[in-house]
Each structure stands twice: as structure tokens, then as C-alpha cells.
């Protein structure tokens, strides 16, 4: 996998940033956003084969800045490989009325290889798609695809992936 989930981020993002936010109040115009604490379990791929299971988890904040919602996460896998970052991530929940949504994602992080495998230094950027429902509670349940590299800052850049399953909790 390239950087393609990487792009899908932007172009969702900055598609909805110019039809909406920025014909209203301002493109980056903080406004509130449902708080959530997430918990995932995946499968971890690597060159094509499934190499452990992984758990996260994600804390999304309670504010957005135009379509951009700070998002924070970490995970670990039953081989010691574990990644801790920090980003943002769009949903089409704030651009569309459906409790069915997409949502995207990009988070720069640290990656410590324990038993894993060697990505090519510790500078990792995480990036998502995922499909979901959102319950009458507000809990949403998602199935996501996630790719992470160093985005060729190393000579080594042979990506993860992961297929995952998410619930996730409003924070009240």
C-alpha cells in the first residue's frame, strides 16, 4: 500500500472544509464535536500475510477545527510491536444526516518494533478508512483498513497494515 488512504484524508477533508465550513463561519472555525473513546481489535498484515493481532485504542476530542476532529491513539501487538500517535480524522457524520458514515484519518506517530517487523525507523504516519453505524446512544461500530509507513523518510519502507473492527463510547 502507498500513500493512497493518506490522499482519500485529504480529499474527503478539504472537500467538506470548501463546501461548508468555509462558506460559513470559517474554514478552520473551532466548533464542538462528539467526544469518544474507542476500543479496536485487527489483524496486523504485513507483504500479504497476517503476522499477529493487534488491540487499540483512541481517544477522539470533544472539538473540531472546520472538518478536522484531533484524534489520539495507541496499540499494541501480541508481538511487541506497539505505535502511539496523534492527528486528525474527518467523518462524513458532520457533513451528512445518516447514522451510516466513512470517516478518514491521519496520524503521525511513534513505532517501537519489539518482535515486529522492521518498518524503517520509529517515525510512523497512520492512516484510516473505515464504514460505520452510529447507534440512537451515539456509540458507533466501524470496520477499518489502516496503513502505516514512515512515507519514504527512511531507506526501509515496507508498510503494516491492519484490518480492524471499532467500538467506540461518547464521553459524556
Sequence with gaps: MDGSLAIIFLITSLTDMGLNDCRTDGCLTQDTATARLSFQVA???FQEEIISEEVYFG???D???GPFQPTF???IGSNGATWVGAGFKWTSADAIDSPFFIETSLMPGYY???DGPDLGGNLHFRSAFGIGYEFDSGATLSLHYDHRSNADTQDLNPGLETIALRYAVVLR
Design 43 to 45: 489483524d496486523m498484515e
Design 59 to 61: 481517544y477522539d476530542m
Design 63 to 65: 472539538r473540531r477545527y
Design 73 to 75: 491513539g495507541a496499540s
Design 112 to 114: 517501537h518494533r519489539g
